[in-house]
């Protein structure tokens, strides 16, 4: 951080001068802070509400018990199970989790504990580059190289096991890096101590650091599993969009969010609300999953964040 | 403002300047917004871009699918719909202008022996029928059906074709657009999909590891479409609404005319004026 | 920063050395594919990068041609939401740091609602922006709606990283500024705001790097029309988008694509190192 170079103060600052009728520019900003502030709460909300009305004629016009129990998934003959979705979803999700996180721990494990500092921010720089890499790369590269690959071993190629490993890597650099933040933010005294009671590396990274920022692994992990939720263009394009419940993972599978760009172009109207509805129904796992993160990182007064 | 803060009031009045400068310029001649079909979208694109030469006009083409270049039409939120399908039934108080026409066929993995299906076989394959090639007289190899999302123009040209509704196909994969189906296709051994002819053609010199079926005896070429002995075709149209503005008469009269038809051609489809 | 390496150099046991092999072992299968993503990338793509390519207008579709009008759409839409973005999560966490006490119960609501809009996922805020800012607002599909759509997905992350930056200044900057009896605007507008302006920059090249990646929030909003757009209610096709289009949508499509890609990566990379250079700047 570098100094402020504040420049000299003028003999009465312009805060304090009146602007009229007793109102300060102090007030003013205040006021105008508070609004800005109001405005970032309730977006949520507003977003919300849209998809909600979106879902509204879904909602209405279709009992809950027909999105699971219906035969199948085929709008244009009005049968609506979306449970293959859901599942396809939450497996392809919780698969990439599954996956990632390990190898994230470790990438940030070894920034912190082992590689030495030139190589760790290289990495880190790495890692960086490829968090922001547009997904649309990663769906692209996992089509022409990963499913050509598992085709190979067992036919078709596109199937949930393909868009859990393009997940994964999509999810990594993410994960990675927030882990590494909560590594690198530990107070060295800590780290002085492990190592002056003769723990070695391994001893003082994963028995002692890892249990110090347990929130924030946890956290970093339920981020990603956000991310990879809500990911659309990478599971459109590798995971087979095939609206049935999986037997291995080898079969084709659709999220809710591949549903979505699939038919939203052709849907008619009621057919529109459903995915609509499919949307809501992914922004209430993500607001639960935002929950928890809440739950783990701000709650608690008398933790100390680390 | 102190020193440190001139580069993020440098970048921010940039953006600041550009938006405004972007926001000022507004154009007093006649715009014209064509939504629909990622079919014909691509070929509006060009055949607007040389209809705009020595115009007072301006176009905008995006795509989305059919039926939502339908319902932005009926919204008004556009002045033509783009559709490569025909008009439904429920659909009777629009106008379609066909500019062009295109065949759909089955396209197979290069590693597929057979080279010639009958209506009957497609129907046997994408029903789920039929699951191993062997079956039709191939080697012994699983059969992989793609089909394209519920809804699609494709999918309802090439459904309606074989006289099955869309609950009735059994796809182990589905592709979100055309060159999805064909990419697919390319790197799945022993699938079957089935795409726009025009599209495939392109894939095909490039090289990709794909063919296209025979329906019946007729093979799937271009010419077989334009000549009319290929059966499994569909218009590619331009929908209006009630009375046309005379710009939107004008575009439909040009994208009709014989001065598009190369761009037609170069983009693998049949202009409606051979 | 690799602290523990370097107190422990000469002590590696065995068990070290094993868990040093596996996490090794990790690091270089991530390395390695993501460089072969990249490799794979640049080499379909690099031979038609070219200065006519970043100049001219796409032909065929994207199939040939350039992709200007794309960059200028791209960089529109980038300006909208950084315009719109940045003074709004400056302003909110400015008032949460400098107005609110962290445990209050507006904080509470700040952090749950922001924490809540940044894992929604970005689909959810294309069919809103598609919904809300194209029809309810009239502004149709245009560069204007891509924008704010995209502002609104990066403000969470501009608001929570401005929040950190803001609470790591040292209290005595605080202090001394309110024990020499600054009022509070006069605080936030010569010392906070400038003490922090490095750390700020970098945080607006970060969500910038975000819109920029930012594919499916742009599918219903921006646009498909790669002409040169001449205002922000003009359609406008990113590079994203364009990238998706062609590997997507248009057969032979794939070269032009990996194409299209690479500029992305390079204008990522001239983002952040950018974003870098400033922070090395602020170091020193």
């Given at each position: 951080?570098?100094?402020?170079?504040?420049?000299?103060?003028?003999?009465?600052?312009?805060?304090?001068?009146?602007?009229?009728?007793?109102?300060?520019?102090?007030?003013?900003?205040?006021?105008?802070?508070?609004?800005?502030?109001?405005?970032?709460?309730?977006?949520?909300?507003?977003?919300?509400?849209?998809?909600?009305?979106?879902?509204?004629?879904?909602?209405?016009?279709?009992?809950?018990?027909?999105?699971?129990?219906?035969?199948?998934?085929?709008?244009?003959?009005?049968?609506?199970?979306?449970?293959?979705?859901?599942?396809?979803?939450?497996?392809?999700?919780?698969?990439?989790?599954?996956?990632?996180?390990?190898?994230?721990?470790?990438?940030?494990?070894?920034?912190?504990?082992?590689?030495?500092?030139?190589?760790?921010?290289?990495?880190?720089?790495?890692?960086?580059?490829?968090?922001?890499?547009?997904?649309?790369?990663?769906?692209?590269?996992?089509?022409?190289?990963?499913?050509?690959?598992?085709?190979?071993?067992?036919?078709?190629?596109?199937?949930?096991?393909?868009?859990?490993?393009?997940?994964?890597?999509?999810?990594?650099?993410?994960?990675?890096?927030?882990?590494?933040?909560?590594?690198?933010?530990?107070?060295?005294?800590?780290?002085?101590?492990?190592?002056?009671?003769?723990?070695?590396?391994?001893?003082?990274?994963?028995?002692?650091?890892?249990?110090?920022?347990?929130?924030?692994?946890?956290?970093?992990?339920?981020?990603?599993?956000?991310?990879?939720?809500?990911?659309?263009?990478?599971?459109?394009?590798?995971?087979?969009?095939?609206?049935?419940?999986?037997?291995?993972?080898?079969?084709?599978?659709?999220?809710?969010?591949?549903?979505?760009?699939?038919?939203?172009?052709?849907?008619?109207?009621?057919?529109?609300?459903?995915?609509?509805?499919?949307?809501?129904?992914?922004?209430?796992?993500?607001?639960?999953?935002?929950?928890?993160?809440?739950?783990?990182?701000?709650?608690?007064?008398?933790?100390?964040?680390? | 403002?102190?020193?440190?803060?001139?580069?993020?009031?440098?970048?921010?009045?940039?953006c600041?300047?550009?938006t405004?400068?972007?926001?000022?310029?507004?154009?007093?001649?006649?715009?014209?917004?064509?939504?629909?079909?990622?079919?014909?979208?691509?070929?509006?694109?060009?055949?607007?871009?040389?209809?705009?030469?020595?115009?007072?006009?301006?176009?905008?083409?995006?795509?989305?699918?059919?039926?939502?270049?339908?319902?932005?039409?009926?919204?008004?939120?556009?002045?033509?719909?783009?559709?490569?399908?025909?008009?439904?039934?429920?659909?009777?108080?629009?106008?379609?202008?066909?500019?062009?026409?295109?065949?759909?066929?089955?396209?197979?993995?290069?590693?597929?022996?057979?080279?010639?299906?009958?209506?009957?076989?497609?129907?046997?394959?994408?029903?789920?029928?039929?699951?191993?090639?062997?079956?039709?007289?191939?080697?012994?190899?699983?059969?992989?059906?793609?089909?394209?999302?519920?809804?699609?123009?494709?999918?309802?040209?090439?459904?309606?074709?074989?006289?099955?509704?869309?609950?009735?196909?059994?796809?182990?994969?589905?592709?979100?657009?055309?060159?999805?189906?064909?990419?697919?296709?390319?790197?799945?051994?022993?699938?079957?999909?089935?795409?726009?002819?025009?599209?495939?053609?392109?894939?095909?010199?490039?090289?990709?590891?794909?063919?296209?079926?025979?329906?019946?005896?007729?093979?799937?070429?271009?010419?077989?479409?334009?000549?009319?002995?290929?059966?499994?075709?569909?218009?590619?149209?331009?929908?209006?609404?009630?009375?046309?503005?005379?710009?939107?008469?004008?575009?439909?009269?040009?994208?009709?005319?014989?001065?598009?038809?190369?761009?037609?051609?170069?983009?693998?489809?049949?202009?409606?004026?051979? | 920063?690799?602290?523990?390496?370097?107190?422990?150099?000469?002590?590696?046991?065995?068990?070290?050395?094993?868990?040093?092999?596996?996490?090794?072992?990790?690091?270089?299968?991530?390395?390695?594919?993501?460089?072969?993503?990249?490799?794979?990338?640049?080499?379909?793509?690099?031979?038609?990068?070219?200065?006519?390519?970043?100049?001219?207008?796409?032909?065929?579709?994207?199939?040939?041609?350039?992709?200007?009008?794309?960059?200028?759409?791209t960089l529109w839409v980038l300006s909208i939401a950084v315009v719109v973005a940045v003074?709004i999560s400056?302003?909110?966490?400015?008032?949460?740091?400098?107005?609110?006490?962290?445990?209050?119960?507006?904080?509470?609501?700040?952090?749950?609602?922001?924490?809540?809009?940044?894992?929604?996922?970005?689909?959810?805020?294309?069919?809103?922006?598609?919904?809300?800012?194209?029809?309810?607002?009239?502004?149709?599909?245009?560069i204007l709606?891509g924008g704010l759509t995209l502002a609104i997905m990066v403000i969470?992350?501009c608001?929570?990283?401005?929040?950190?930056?803001?609470?790591?200044?040292?209290?005595?900057?605080?202090?001394?500024?309110?024990?020499?009896?600054?009022?509070?605007?006069?605080?936030?507008?010569?010392?906070?705001?400038?003490?922090?302006?490095?750390?700020?920059?970098?945080?607006v090249?970060?969500g910038t790097?975000r819109a920029l990646?930012e594919?499916?929030a742009l599918?219903?909003?921006s646009?498909?029309?790669?002409?040169?757009?001449?205002?922000?209610?003009?359609?406008?096709?990113v590079?994203?988008?364009?990238?998706?289009?062609?590997?997507?949508?248009?057969?032979?499509?794939?070269?032009?694509?990996?194409?299209?890609?690479?500029?992305?990566?390079?204008?990522?990379?001239?983002?952040?190192?950018?974003?870098?250079?400033?922070?090395?700047?602020?170091?020193?």
């Amino acid at each position: 951080m570098t100094n402020p170079q504040v420049s000299a103060a003028p003999a009465l600052s312009r805060a304090h001068r009146p602007l009229g009728s007793g109102v300060t520019f102090d007030g003013v900003l205040r006021v105008a802070l508070a609004i800005a502030f109001g405005f970032a709460c309730i977006i949520v909300l507003v977003v919300a509400f849209v998809i909600l009305q979106g879902a509204a004629p879904a909602l209405a016009q279709i009992s809950w018990a027909r999105f699971l129990t219906d035969p199948d998934w085929h709008p244009m003959v009005e049968m609506y199970n979306m449970t293959p979705m859901l599942v396809g979803s939450v497996l392809t999700s919780i698969g990439a989790l599954v996956l990632a996180t390990p190898v994230s721990l470790a990438i940030a494990a070894a920034c912190n504990f082992y590689l030495n500092p030139l190589a760790a921010s290289i990495y880190r720089r790495i890692l960086f580059v490829m968090a922001a890499m547009p997904t649309v790369i990663f769906g692209f590269w996992g089509l022409t190289e990963v499913v050509p690959f598992l085709g190979q071993i067992k036919a078709p190629g596109v199937s949930l096991l393909a868009g859990v490993l393009i997940l994964a890597l999509m999810i990594i650099p993410t994960t990675a890096l927030l882990i590494d933040v909560a590594f690198s933010k530990l107070p060295r005294q800590l780290l002085n101590g492990a190592y002056a009671l003769g723990a070695s590396r391994a001893q003082t990274c994963f028995t002692m650091a890892c249990v110090v920022v347990r929130r924030a692994i946890f956290s970093a992990a339920l981020l990603g599993l956000g991310r990879a939720l809500g990911e659309t263009i990478v599971v459109v394009m590798v995971t087979g969009n095939k609206a049935a419940l999986p037997t291995s993972i080898f079969d084709p599978i659709r999220t809710l969010t591949a549903n979505v760009t699939l038919e939203i172009g052709y849907a008619a109207p009621l057919h529109t609300a459903t995915l609509f509805l499919s949307i809501l129904i992914l922004f209430m796992i993500a607001t639960g999953l935002a929950l928890l993160v809440y739950k783990l990182n701000f709650n608690d007064n008398t933790q100390v964040d680390v | 403002m102190t020193r440190p803060l001139r580069p993020l009031t440098t970048v921010f009045a940039i953006c600041l300047a550009f938006t405004f400068n972007a926001a000022n310029k507004a154009s007093a001649e006649e715009r014209l917004r064509l939504t629909g079909s990622s079919t014909v979208a691509p070929v509006m694109q060009e055949i607007t871009k040389m209809f705009e030469d020595g115009r007072d006009v301006r176009t905008f083409v995006e795509t989305g699918g059919s039926s939502k270049g339908i319902n932005d039409l009926r919204k008004g939120l556009s002045n033509v719909a783009m559709i490569s399908r025909a008009l439904a039934e429920s659909e009777t108080e629009l106008t379609a202008h066909t500019i062009a026409r295109d065949g759909i066929a089955a396209l197979a993995h290069s590693d597929v022996p057979l080279d010639v299906l009958s209506p009957d076989q497609l129907r046997a394959i994408f029903t789920g029928t039929v699951d191993n090639w062997s079956e039709l007289g191939g080697p012994d190899q699983a059969v992989v059906v793609i089909s394209k999302g519920e809804g699609s123009a494709t999918s309802v040209v090439f459904n309606t074709f074989l006289g099955l509704t869309a609950d009735k196909i059994e796809g182990d994969i589905v592709a979100a657009e055309n060159a999805q189906m064909i990419k697919t296709v390319s790197v799945t051994p022993g699938s079957i999909g089935y795409v726009s002819i025009g599209a495939a053609i392109v894939d095909i010199e490039f090289g990709t590891p794909i063919k296209l079926l025979a329906l019946g005896d007729v093979p799937a070429t271009l010419e077989n479409v334009a000549n009319g002995s290929y059966q499994a075709t569909r218009p590619l149209s331009l929908v209006t609404m009630g009375e046309m503005s005379a710009g939107v008469a004008d575009l439909i009269d040009f994208s009709k005319s014989a001065a598009v038809s190369e761009i037609i051609t170069d983009l693998s489809y049949t202009p409606v004026t051979q | 920063m690799g602290y523990g390496a370097r107190i422990t150099r000469e002590r590696m046991s065995g068990t070290d050395i094993i868990v040093y092999g596996i996490l090794l072992a990790a690091l270089a299968l991530v390395f390695l594919t993501y460089g072969k993503i990249v490799f794979d990338i640049v080499m379909k793509g690099i031979g038609f990068v070219d200065w006519g390519y970043l100049t001219e207008d796409p032909r065929m579709s994207g199939r040939a041609g350039g992709v200007f009008p794309i960059i200028v759409s791209t960089l529109w839409v980038l300006s909208i939401a950084v315009v719109v973005a940045v003074p709004i999560s400056l302003a909110i966490a400015i008032f949460v740091t400098e107005y609110l006490s962290p445990f209050s119960t507006l904080s509470r609501i700040f952090r749950l609602s922001m924490l809540i809009l940044a894992s929604v996922p970005s689909i959810a805020f294309g069919l809103f922006g598609a919904t809300f800012f194209a029809q309810y607002l009239g502004f149709g599909t245009s560069i204007l709606t891509g924008g704010l759509t995209l502002a609104i997905m990066v403000i969470p992350i501009c608001a929570f990283a401005f929040e950190e930056v803001f609470r790591l200044l040292p209290t005595g900057y605080r202090n001394g500024a309110f024990a020499l009896g600054a009022r509070k605007a006069r605080f936030i507008f010569f010392i906070l705001i400038p003490a922090s302006a490095t750390d700020i920059i970098t945080v607006v090249l970060l969500g910038t790097g975000r819109a920029l990646a930012e594919t499916a929030a742009l599918l219903f909003t921006s646009g498909y029309s790669d002409r040169m757009p001449e205002s922000i209610f003009d359609p406008g096709r990113v590079l994203s988008i364009h990238i998706y289009d062609l590997s997507m949508g248009i057969p032979g499509g794939d070269r032009m694509a990996s194409a299209s890609a690479i500029l992305l990566i390079g204008l990522f990379l001239i983002i952040s190192s950018v974003g870098i250079f400033f922070s090395r700047k602020a170091k020193t």
